[in-house]
């Protein structure tokens, strides 16, 4: 099965200091040795280059933009990179509109509407709840799949 891998998992992957860092790794590692078939959207590595050029001082990774090419390309290597399509506009744009999306929830809906587009039916987030109004996608946390409270 395809599962979308969150930009917050990659980024806690990427930080061996933070308390869901083993979570992300031995989620990935988890599913992926479970034949799952982890992809990633172009917006998942948008939002990733953000976080990782971002200044540390302002809750980023400080990394140069030459550091942030080599993470982009080493993610492209570990995951399948599933492109964006002409249709995903007009399923986000059903969607915020049926879900009343405000804000950067609009992310989401954003990252839905690939899903949906791709035919994917499981997201795998630290952040469940922001999917729970997209009845197509179920959303399971790392932590989850650690604990074996969640199956898939």
């Given amino acids: 099965m ?9 980024l806690r992957s990427a930080e061996p200091g ?3 860092f083993q979570f992300s790794v031995d989620a990935i590692d988890f599913l992926r040795s479970h034949g799952h078939d982890l992809v990633l959207v172009p917006q998942i590595l948008y939002e990733y280059w953000s976080v990782a050029t971002r200044p540390l001082a302002n809750n980023g990774f400080g990394l140069s933009p030459a550091e942030a090419i080599v993470e982009l390309a080493m993610l492209r290597r570990l995951f399948r990179l599933l492109q964006d399509e002409r249709g995903i506009y007009s399923m986000w744009h ?16 954003r990252l839905a509407a690939a899903a949906q587009r791709h035919l994917i039916t499981h997201v795998l987030t630290f ?10 996608l179920n959303a399971v946390s790392p932590t989850g799949i650690c604990s074996g409270a969640t199956t898939i």
């Fill in 2 to 10: 395809r599962i979308l891998v969150d930009t917050n998992v990659l």
């Fill in 127 to 136: 952040n469940t709840t922001d999917f729970l109004r997209y009845s197509f």
């Fill in 94 to 109: 059903t969607l915020v509109v049926q879900h009343a999306v405000r804000g950067k929830q609009a992310h989401d809906a």
């Fill in 18 to 20: 933070h308390a869901h």
